[in-house]
């Protein structure tokens, strides 16, 4: 595996390997952001959510060369990004997410959040934690992407975050 | 009074702990219960990864709190609240309900 290899053809050889043995994992937070973003975010953990049992994915993981560090995540010796499996559902608060996007390139495949799903994802961190970068990310996404921001909008009034929506839509760009 | 469901006496001190108290640290809850602080942090930990509970380094202190993004979390704390209403008046004192002072007080103030 190359040093320098991006996120997204991480993401992509570890998509179709996962496919090959059976497994349908979601790729979900910020590594979405860096791909969606081309790398104006850069995250170096890749977060992934199955329905799977979690072993099934090691062994795909493993032969890879990612091997799990016992601190929850899978390091590889001449990689910087750390794997994780998160706990599922796919959801974003209680919104159940049944539909993903998916990517297709020469090295792979990327089953990962939408562009609108992925916003909806950082701006969750925003509401909950009042985290800015989170926001941050979300603006860098929805400036890049096509996103359905009446959906987002009717999503922040269920989350009665409308005000922290708000300051969202002054940062996107017209 | 849930063990057998979870598998762990912990898992429901924790969870009740923070529906009453909003956060808590490793320390805090092994005092508090008296049971073993590799106990409680091995909880936690099962917590965290099951994303129920999230946690926050505060100095030198780790501090968790229920996760409001978690998927399950409204019907999960229902379902706690509920269980916790059948708890004895004694134990909802005696370990999670302490009428220990909260609000502030200014540094150096005496007693």
């Given at each position: 595996m190359k040093k320098d290899i991006s996120t997204k053809e991480l993401a992509s050889l570890i998509g179709k390997s996962l496919e090959t043995a059976g497994i349908e994992a979601v790729l979900v937070g910020g590594s979405c952001v860096s791909i969606y973003s081309s790398n104006k975010y850069q995250s170096y953990d890749l977060d992934y959510i199955t329905y799977e049992n979690e072993k099934k994915a090691t062994d795909v993981l493993n032969k890879l060369?990612?091997?799990?560090?016992?601190?929850?995540y899978y390091v590889h010796p001449k990689c910087p990004y750390f794997i994780e499996f998160l706990a599922p559902?796919?959801?974003i608060g209680n919104e159940l997410i049944k539909n993903v996007n998916t990517i297709k390139s020469r090295s792979g495949v990327i089953k990962l959040l939408s562009p609108t799903d992925c916003v909806k994802d950082r701006l969750s961190a925003y509401f909950y934690w009042n985290d800015t970068q989170s926001l941050e990310q979300a603006l860098l996404v929805a400036n890049d992407q096509k996103i359905h921001l009446k959906n987002i909008e009717k999503w922040a009034i269920k989350e009665d975050n409308i005000e922290k929506f708000k300051i969202f839509l002054k940062g996107l760009k017209s | 009074m849930l063990e057998r469901l979870?598998?762990?006496?912990?898992i429901e001190k924790v969870i009740f702990y923070l529906l009453k108290n909003d956060s808590c640290f490793g320390k805090e809850l092994a005092e508090n219960f008296d049971i073993s602080l590799g106990y409680v942090q091995r909880t936690l930990y099962k917590l965290e990864r099951a994303n129920v509970i999230v946690s926050f380094q505060v100095g030198r202190t780790r501090v968790f709190k229920l996760n409001?993004?978690?998927?399950l979390i409204k019907e999960l704390t229902l379902f706690f609240e509920k269980a916790y209403e059948f708890l004895p008046d004694d134990i909802k004192n005696r370990y999670?309900?302490?009428?220990?002072?909260?609000r502030p007080r200014r540094t150096g103030k005496k007693l």
């Open positions: 060369g990612f091997i799990y560090d016992s601190k929850k559902p796919i959801a | 979870f598998g762990n006496e912990a409001p993004r978690y998927a999670y309900e302490k009428t220990a002072r909260k």
